[in-house]
C-alpha cells in the first residue's frame, strides 16, 4: 500500500461522511415512520415533506390543498375546523421539522466531509446511507432484510472499506487552482458536452421517452451531479476569501455566486426529476441505478477539476475502482433484494416431502 493512504490522509472528512451517511440514511426511515403513524390513526395526509414535493412539482397541488381548506371551513364551520385541524397540522409540521432537521445536518455533513477529503471518496461512501437504511428500516419500520439483502449490506461494507485504505491523500486546494480548473479547457469541454446532453434529455428525450424509460431521468440526475459536488466543494474553498476579514475582490465574490447559483439551479432540477422518477418507477430500482451512474459523473467530474486521481499509484487506483465496483453491486443487491421474495423455505419443504 503506497504512503498516501487515505487513512493519513483525511481520517476527519471520512468520519464525517460515514456520520452523514447514517443520518442520511436515518431520514427516510424518519419520514416513512411519520406516514405510516399517520395513517394507523386515520389520517390520510402525507409527512409534509413529500407533500411540499409535489408543491414544487406541480402548481395544481397547491390550489387543491387551498380548495379543500376552504371547502373544510365553509362545511364544518371555521371553530370546530380549527380545533381539528389544528392539532393534525401541528403533529404533522412537529415530525415534517424533525425529519428536515436530520436531512439538513446530513447534508451539512456532507459539505463539510468534500471540503476535508478528496470527493472520490466522500461521494462513494454514500453507499452507506442505503446500507444504513436498510438496517433502521428492519428496526424501526420491521421491514424483513432477506438473505439477498444482508448480502449486499455485506458487500457494501467490504467495499467501502477497500475505498477508505486506498483513498487518495487530501490534497489542500487554492482558489488560484480552483479558478485555473475552471478554465481548463478539457474540464470546459467536458461541462459543455454536458449541458448540451442535459438540453438534449430535458427538452426532447424526456418529454417523449421519461414515463416508459428509467434511464432518461437517471441520466438527467446524475449529469447535474458534475455541477453538485463541484459547486459544493469549491463554495467551501472560496467562502473564506469571501466572507474573511481581508476585502475580497469583485471576481472572488462573483466565483463564489456562480458557484453558489450552479448549485442551487442543479438542486433544484434533480429536486423535480427525481419526484418525476419516484412516481413513474420503483424507488428501490432507480436509487440502486442513480447511486451508480451518480457516483461515476461525480468522480469523473471532480478527478478533471481537482486533479484528485494524480497522487494515486496504479494499485491504488485499481483498489479504488475494484472497491467501488464492489460498493456499486452491493447497493444494487440491496435494493433489488426489496423487490425480490427470495426464501429457503420452498426449498426445505421440498426436502421434507423427499
Known amino acids: 500500500m503506497a504512503d498516501n493512504s487515505g487513512l493519513t490522509?483525511?481520517?476527519?472528512?471520512?468520519?464525517?461522511?460515514?456520520?452523514?451517511?447514517?443520518?442520511?440514511?436515518?431520514?427516510?426511515?424518519?419520514?416513512?415512520?411519520?406516514?405510516?403513524?399517520?395513517?394507523?390513526?386515520?389520517?390520510?395526509?402525507?409527512?409534509?415533506?413529500?407533500?411540499?414535493g409535489k408543491i414544487?412539482?406541480?402548481?395544481?397541488?397547491?390550489?387543491?390543498?387551498c380548495y379543500k381548506v376552504e371547502r373544510n371551513v365553509r362545511q364544518r364551520g371555521l371553530k370546530s375546523f380549527m380545533s381539528l385541524q389544528g392539532v393534525r397540522t401541528l403533529q404533522m409540521w412537529c415530525g415534517a421539522v424533525e425529519r428536515c432537521a436530520v436531512m439538513i445536518i446530513g447534508q451539512v455533513g456532507n459539505f463539510l466531509a468534500y471540503n476535508l477529503a478528496p470527493a472520490?471518496?466522500?461521494?462513494?461512501?454514500?453507499?452507506?446511507?442505503?446500507?444504513?437504511?436498510?438496517?433502521?428500516?428492519?428496526?424501526?419500520?420491521?421491514?424483513?432484510?432477506?438473505?439477498?439483502?444482508?448480502?449486499?449490506?455485506?458487500?457494501?461494507?467490504?467495499?467501502?472499506?477497500?475505498?477508505?485504505?486506498?483513498?487518495?491523500?487530501?490534497?489542500?486546494?487554492?482558489?488560484?487552482?480552483?479558478?485555473?480548473?475552471l478554465s481548463d479547457p478539457v474540464f470546459v469541454t467536458y461541462i459543455l458536452?454536458?449541458?448540451?446532453?442535459?438540453?438534449?434529455?430535458?427538452?426532447?428525450?424526456?418529454?417523449?421517452?421519461?414515463?416508459?424509460?428509467?434511464?432518461?431521468?437517471?441520466?438527467?440526475?446524475?449529469?447535474?451531479?458534475?455541477?453538485?459536488?463541484?459547486?459544493?466543494?469549491?463554495l467551501g474553498l472560496v467562502a473564506p476569501d469571501v466572507f474573511g476579514e481581508g476585502q475580497s475582490n469583485v471576481?472572488?465574490?462573483?466565483?463564489?455566486?456562480?458557484?453558489?447559483?450552479?448549485l442551487a439551479v442543479s438542486i433544484l432540477i434533480q429536486f423535480f426529476f427525481i419526484n418525476k422518477a419516484l412516481e413513474c418507477f420503483s424507488s428501490n430500482i432507480f436509487e440502486a441505478i442513480?447511486?451508480?451512474?451518480?457516483?461515476?459523473?461525480?468522480?469523473?467530474?471532480?478527478?478533471?477539476?481537482?486533479?484528485?486521481?494524480?497522487?494515486?499509484?496504479?494499485?491504488?487506483g485499481l483498489a479504488m475502482l475494484c472497491g467501488l465496483t464492489t460498493v456499486c453491486v452491493g447497493v444494487i443487491l440491496l435494493r433489488i433484494s426489496q423487490e425480490a421474495m427470495i426464501t429457503w423455505k420452498e426449498k426445505r419443504e421440498r426436502k421434507k416431502t423427499d
Open 290 to 316: 442513480y447511486y451508480v451512474t451518480f457516483t461515476s459523473t461525480v468522480i469523473f467530474a471532480s478527478a478533471l477539476l481537482f486533479k484528485e486521481w494524480t497522487g494515486l499509484t496504479a494499485t491504488d
Open 9 to 52: 490522509g483525511a481520517p476527519l472528512g471520512i468520519a464525517i461522511a460515514v456520520i452523514s451517511s447514517f443520518i442520511n440514511g436515518s431520514t427516510f426511515v424518519l419520514q416513512k415512520k411519520g406516514i405510516l403513524r399517520s395513517r394507523d390513526k386515520g389520517r390520510g395526509e402525507e409527512a409534509s415533506i413529500v407533500i411540499l
Open 56 to 65: 414544487l412539482a406541480s402548481g395544481d397541488t397547491a390550489k387543491q390543498m
Open 193 to 234: 458536452l454536458v449541458v448540451l446532453t442535459l438540453v438534449t434529455l430535458i427538452v426532447w428525450v424526456a418529454p417523449a421517452h421519461g414515463t416508459s424509460n428509467i434511464m432518461v431521468y437517471v441520466a438527467i440526475c446524475s449529469l447535474l451531479g458534475s455541477f453538485t459536488v463541484p459547486s459544493s466543494k469549491g
Open 120 to 181: 472520490v471518496i466522500v461521494t462513494p461512501l454514500g453507499a452507506l446511507g442505503v446500507l444504513f437504511g436498510a438496517v433502521l428500516a428492519s428496526w424501526i419500520l420491521e421491514e424483513r432484510l432477506n438473505v439477498l439483502g444482508k448480502l449486499g449490506c455485506i458487500i457494501c461494507c467490504c467495499g467501502s472499506v477497500v475505498l477508505i485504505i486506498h483513498a487518495p491523500k487530501a490534497v489542500a486546494t487554492s482558489r488560484r487552482e480552483l479558478e485555473d480548473g
Open 251 to 262: 471576481g472572488t465574490v462573483a466565483l463564489f455566486l456562480g458557484l453558489l447559483g450552479a
